[in-house]
């Protein structure tokens, strides 16, 4: 089946230690996001890749980036991890800008 | 910045009860998305509009596209208890480059 897929699932990481996820795609998707969902709220998008294209949003952090090698993979890299960096971190795909599918996301904790 | 108001937030239903929540907006949107998320999970498409006035179904759920742009409703029929979680509205306006505008969600807890 054709899905969005996130690894690791759950990820610890020491306070100012850089952490890297990952995502890859088997959809073909030319658009590929990645969210931050903190406990009761809803997902909150920190950037797109529209193809090669990188979008950051205004109030995405520096400590935050992004890395997409091709179509299929794209990583998120936080530079030095915070208390407040704690969340689940979702990656979603979309042919353009249609409707977006969300992987499992991946589960921070900052130590 | 862009909001949209989901309601109820929470809801508790016997099983075998239909189910009705809906979001609303001040702005006009071109796409509406319905999402569940169980606990631990990424969010699932359920449901996505695009006309307005468009009535979608996926099995028991059913979700319409209000005639204003401003507004949907996600109907679940029959419930059971695996139709538990978080349910998230989301729209998308024109020339918003993906960027959805996501409802804070209704919490929905089905007593068997």
């Given amino acids: 089946d054709a899905m969005v897929i996130q690894n690791p699932r759950y990820q610890v990481t020491q306070f100012g230690k ?10 073909n998707h030319n658009v590929m996001y990645w969210y931050q969902q903190k406990s009761s709220q809803a997902p909150k998008l920190l950037f797109h890749y529209y193809d090669k ?3 950051n949003e205004a109030d995405t952090p520096d ?13 998120l890299d936080i530079r030095s991890p915070g208390l407040g960096d704690a969340a689940m971190y979702l990656c979603a795909t979309s042919r353009d800008f249609y409707e977006q599918y969300f992987g499992p996301g991946t589960r921070l904790t900052v130590t | 910045g862009q909001q949209l108001n ?3 937030q929470s809801m508790f239903i016997q099983e075998g009860e239909d189910v009705s929540m809906n979001c609303t ?6 796409t509406w998305l319905w999402y569940k998320q169980d606990p ?4 699932v498409l359920l449901i996505a509009l695009y006309k307005a006035g468009e009535l979608t179904s996926n099995g028991r759920l059913t979700a319409q596209f209000g005639i204003t742009r401003k507004d ?10 695996s139709d538990v979680g978080i349910y998230f509205c989301a729209g998308l306006l024109g020339g918003s480059q993906g960027n959805l505008i996501f409802g804070k969600g209704t919490k929905l807890s089905v007593k068997p």
């Avoid at chain 2, 907006?25 to 071109?30: D, L, P, Y």
């Avoid at chain 2, 631990?40 to 969010?43: A, K, N, S, W």
């Avoid at chain 2, 949907?72 to 208890?81: R, V, W």
């Fill in chain 2, 6 to 8: 989901q309601s109820p």
């Fill in chain 1, 18 to 27: 850089p952490v890297t996820l990952s995502c890859s795609q088997t959809l």
């Fill in chain 2, 72 to 81: 949907s409703f996600l109907n679940i029929s029959a419930s059971i208890p």
């Fill in chain 2, 25 to 30: 907006s001040s702005s006009i949107f071109n």
């Fill in chain 2, 40 to 43: 631990g999970e990424g969010p």
């Fill in chain 1, 63 to 75: 400590n935050f980036q992004s890395r997409r090698p091709n179509t299929s993979f794209c990583f």
């Fill in chain 1, 53 to 55: 294209d990188f979008n």
